[in-house]
């Protein structure tokens, strides 16, 4: 199979993690004989202090152009701390995924048994959990008009949401239900928000058209709290943008770290293959970010957008062998893993490529 990928690494970490992620997609190609050739872009604060663009054209062309996209994160510490920039890291992703058409987020909470006791949740409740968010990736506040009076004492973001929107998405969560445990959960905020009742209407009318899938409704704040009482009980997670954003990263906990987290933005083009961790500036260019997610992206990517499902659980038991071979980066290690076991960016990298291999 010939495939050109383009390369973001982005800012911070980005540009640690994604290294790793091209090296596994090289070493695929030279296993599986496939042709994979890759370009790279900029985006993000690296772009800005390049262009003054976070999301340069020639970024734009080239992912349009390509078959794939493994991005790195974006962001940096000196914006958030000045709400009054104007051009922002952020804008970029935000308008990479508009521009491509990018509707629908997958973010997989996907637990390895080594990791039941890294993360601060009891493994007995979390032993057995397996979920697939579906977050709305290009509507919601995010993509609302904005505004704040001259007098600087008023701002607005608009939240609203079209039908189609909602249809979209909500058939992508159906129709991978149907492969999984038949079971669609859908967020909403539908006791307060007039968007969550359009949300509600439509999900229930998508839902009519699969009856062998369950459906449940739940409030955002009541699913934060079930998440993690019993992430066991949920199955697909269908959300809009903003609660997406917030309940994804709180189910990262269920997989031990951010670290581990990967994701899929699907829609009309090109796919965009990221793990849901930032930049991490406070630890960035120190060979301590973990790459594990980086390269579960490249497994999605090789099975979502190349439909390579042997060698996406190469990949996927690689970084799985990997860990019960005891080694861990610094945010998957807990107090009784052994010092010489926690292994720095590089080195993680290279341990998953040795596996990969045999
Ligand atoms: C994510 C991130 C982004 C988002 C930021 C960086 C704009 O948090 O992908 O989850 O809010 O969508
Ligand atoms: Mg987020």
């Known amino acids: ?89 952020e804008q970029g992703l935000l308008k990479i995924r508009k521009e491509l058409g990018l509707y629908a987020n997958l973010r997989p909470i996907l637990l390895f048994d080594e990791l039941l006791d890294a993360s601060s949740l009891k493994p007995e409740v979390l032993r057995g959990t397996d979920i697939l968010f579906f977050r709305e990736l290009t509507g919601d506040v995010y993509f609302g008009e904005k505004k704040r009076n001259e007098q600087n004492t008023f701002a607005s973001d608009l939240m609203n949401y079209n039908r189609y929107e909602v249809e979209r998405i909500a058939r992508k969560a159906y129709e991978a239900a149907r492969t999984r445990g038949k079971k669609v959960c859908s967020v909403d905020k539908a006791n307060v928000l007039e ?57 990262s906990q269920i997989a031990g770290s951010m670290g581990m987290l990967a994701s899929a933005s699907i829609g009309d083009g090109t796919g965009f293959f990221e793990p849901i961790h930032g930049s991490a500036h406070d630890i960035a260019g120190q060979d301590k970010a973990n790459p594990l997610a980086s390269i579960l992206s490249v497994a999605l990517m090789l099975d979502i957008a190349f439909g390579l499902q042997e060698e996406a659980r190469v990949v996927t038991n690689a970084v799985a062998a990997t860990l019960k071979s005891g080694w861990r980066t610094g945010d998957i290690a807990n107090a009784e893993t052994r010092p010489e076991n926690i292994l720095g960016t590089n080195a993680m990298g290279a341990k998953v490529l040795e596996l990969l291999k045999k």
């Open 195 to 251: 968007t969550s009742r359009l949300w509600r209407e439509v999900v229930q009318e998508i839902a009519a058209q699969y009856p062998d899938v369950e459906t449940e409704h739940m409030f955002i704040d009541n699913a934060a709290m079930q998440l993690v009482k019993n992430p066991k009980k949920f199955d697909v997670v269908l959300t809009a943008n903003l609660f997406g954003d917030i309940l994804t990263d709180e189910a």
């Open 1 to 89: 199979m010939k495939k050109n990928i383009l390369i973001i690494p982005g800012d911070g970490i980005g540009q640690e993690v994604t290294v790793w992620g091209k090296q596994v997609l090289a070493s695929i190609a030279a296993q599986f004989n496939h042709e994979f050739s890759f370009q790279e872009a900029i985006m993000g604060h690296t772009a800005i202090e390049a262009t003054g663009n976070p999301l340069p054209d020639e970024t734009l062309v080239k992912a349009k152009a390509s078959d794939a996209i493994l991005f790195g994160a974006i962001g940096h510490q000196k914006y958030d701390n000045d709400p009054s920039a104007k051009v922002r890291p």
